[in-house]
């Protein structure tokens, strides 16, 4: 079995690579140059500002296995507690030629499941008590084929990346404006009238630059996982049962519980929106049913060739 988990039996996919690049390299660009301007703008307080930049980027990559399993409620379940789950797991990352990654689960009806880590070795794939509930067996392969090949192609840590820079660039605003950095005796009143309109301005810019792009990296690498979990198990099938099923369950959590986890669209197997929501978000993190089933129904047809 593969140790590095670089090269795996999922399907590479060019166009998703090509994407996560462009999307890290404008998005570090911005950040760079944000975090340039604030230390030009606030000389006296730039040792602080690359302290906590750099400190909070991080502890973002760093821990992010861990912060988002907390933030959803999951913990790490062992094989005697999970054996189906664990064994599907087994045979698909057997199949796949990859590490194993941790397996959690969330006590939670909604059906979904993610997947998070900086890289394969420290991963985590989680789902939920209510998809395990509402799947049957060859369902619930697709769908965690589909979560292990975002392990596989490492697009989970780029979005993990991608997401908390623009958080971070709002956060940096609110602690030099809040912070007393503007308001100091070395600052002359004109500069800090100045930077106190020019920082939240850029701030706003980095964004929703970074908000558009993680939205199209988001879209196209949840098709990339649906065709490379149908390519790896042979069954698009079963993942288009699964998606139907899962779109369909999701509609009827109550809405309190759905806003509570649209935070963390990204990360899901399918977005926690309700059917009105889901067909009039402008800005969504998946694409449409329609487009994913399509998608399959191709490949389908391509295997049965």
């Known amino acids: 079995m593969s140790s590095s988990g670089q090269h795996t039996r999922f399907a590479p996919d060019r166009g ?9 390299f404008v998005i570090g660009l911005l950040y760079v140059g944000f975090t340039g301007l604030l230390i030009a703008l606030l000389r006296g307080a730039w040792p602080l500002i690359v302290l906590i930049s750099g400190g909070l980027f991080v502890a973002q990559f760093w821990f992010s296995d861990k912060i988002t399993e907390r933030a959803m ?3 790490q379940v062992t094989p005697e507690q999970y054996p189906q789950l664990h064994g599907t797991i087994d045979r698909l990352c057997a199949l796949a030629d990859m590490p194993k990654p941790r ?12 997947a998070t880590g900086r890289n394969p070795q420290n991963a985590v794939v989680c789902v939920t008590t209510g998809l395990l509930r509402r799947l049957e067996p060859e369902e619930l392969e ?16 780029v979005m993990t990346v991608a997401g908390f820079l623009g958080v971070l660039a709002g956060a940096m605003t609110r602690i030099a404006m809040y912070g ?18 020019i920082i939240p301005l850029v701030s706003m810019v980095v964004y929703a630059i970074s908000f558009l792009l993680t939205r199209l990296l988001s879209r196209y690498r949840e ?4 065709r490379a979990a149908a390519q790896l198990t042979g069954r698009p099938s079963a993942l288009a049962s699964a998606l139907t099923k899962v779109t369909g369950q999701i509609a009827a959590i109550p809405s309190k519980d759905l806003r509570q986890a649209q935070p963390y669209n990204a990360f899901y197997f399918a977005p926690a929106l309700s059917a009105r929501d889901a067909a ?17 129904a191709k490949i389908s047809e391509q295997l049965g060739r």
């Open 16 to 24: 998703l690579t090509g994407r996560m690049v462009a999307t890290m």
């Open 73 to 75: 409620g999951a913990h």
């Open 103 to 114: 397996v959690a689960v969330a006590d939670n009806d909604m059906p979904n499941a993610f």
């Open 142 to 157: 697709g769908v965690l084929a589909h979560e292990l090949s975002h392990v596989a192609h490492r697009d989970v840590a």
């Open 180 to 197: 007393g950095f503007l308001g100091g005796r070395n600052n002359n009143d004109q500069n800090a009238a100045i930077a106190a309109l």
């Open 223 to 226: 098709l990339a996982a649906d």
């Open 280 to 296: 009039t978000q402008l800005f969504s993190t998946h694409p449409t049913l329609e487009k994913r089933l399509a998608q399959l």
